[in-house]
């Protein structure tokens, strides 16, 4: 939302939610805690500047979304206009993004609790994989898979999948070149500026799922621009070293299953998240 003060947006009130405190920010827009009066209960408010998206293709987003109905998904409750910006209320997961979690546990003075343990990584990762493939048979591809975009319930660790900002559905024509994500965890044809399908959000899950085990990707201090040119040039060389190279942790088995997720060419990789799900599934469970 740019230069704009945030406090004065505390104590607004939009369409019988009144904005209690600031949650935090994305690429379109900014998201706040809200307290819904009807129901008495608190819930989160994404306010979208006009000039960001227009008010058709915000509606277009909220009603993709609305139709997705899971237990790893937030649920969307509604959309409406006010004044300048465009807003969406939805689902209030208190807790963490798994990108906040994970910069914590760089900090940690043992070197071994500096990442998450394999069990918690694959059990979320599965839980995230299940919100994806459900998602893609409704025939919505996510397109911005990441730690930022997977809350985790501070109660119970269930993980939500939010931010379905640049998501679209797969009945939608999208050839424009207009690049869609985030550098780091978008897949090479998403970095080329070509039409995605499911196995763009395999290959982020893929990333989403190495980083989690290592702490750290291991790619060239790079800007933006230039990651993203490399990934759609040169998608083999993103990477200065091999999963297990990466971290100690990661043996051959968890490594072929990393490479097939990130595989280069989308005909390599999981074909569905069912299947890289199953495949987690099966290591956790010492078959694989």
């Known amino acids: 939302m740019g230069n704009v003060n945030i406090d004065s947006f505390i104590g607004m009130e939009l369409g019988g939610v009144t904005l209690l405190s600031l949650l935090g920010r994305g690429h379109t827009g900014t998201v706040f805690t809200g307290f819904q009066k009807s129901l008495k209960r608190k819930i989160a408010v994404k306010l979208v500047p006009k000039d960001k998206m227009t008010a058709q293709s915000f509606m277009d987003e909220a009603e993709v979304i609305a139709v997705l109905n899971h237990p790893n998904i937030v649920t969307v409750f509604d959309v409406g206009e006010y004044e300048d910006y465009l807003y969406i209320t939805m689902q209030l997961i208190e ?105 763009a959000d395999v290959y982020s899950a893929g990333v989403v799922l190495w980083e989690c085990l290592s702490g750290k990707l291991p790619v060239p201090a790079l800007p933006a621009v230039k990651l993203v040119g490399l990934k759609a040039r040169e998608p083999q060389l993103f990477y200065q070293q091999t999963p297990s190279q990466s971290s100690p942790r990661i043996n051959s088995e968890m490594e072929q299953i990393i490479f097939k997720a990130i595989a280069p060419e989308k005909n390599a990789r999981y074909e569905n998240c069912l299947l890289f799900r199953n495949d987690l599934e099966k290591y956790a469970a010492g078959k694989f």
Do not use: C, W
Request: aromatic share 4%.
């Open 95 to 199: 807790g963490d993004s798994l990108q906040d979690i994970m910069k914590r546990r760089l900090l940690h003075p043992v070197p071994s609790q500096r990442v998450l343990d394999t069990a918690t990584v694959i059990r979320t990762m599965t839980d995230t994989l299940d919100a994806l493939a459900y998602a893609h048979a409704e025939g919505v591809i996510h397109q911005d898979v990441k730690p930022g975009n997977i809350l985790l319930d501070k109660i119970s660790r269930r993980p939500y999948l939010v931010d379905f900002g640049i998501a679209r559905t797969e009945l939608t024509e999208d050839e424009s070149t207009f690049i869609h994500g985030t550098p780091l965890y978008i897949s090479p044809e998403q970095a080329r500026g070509e039409p995605t399908d499911a196995r």
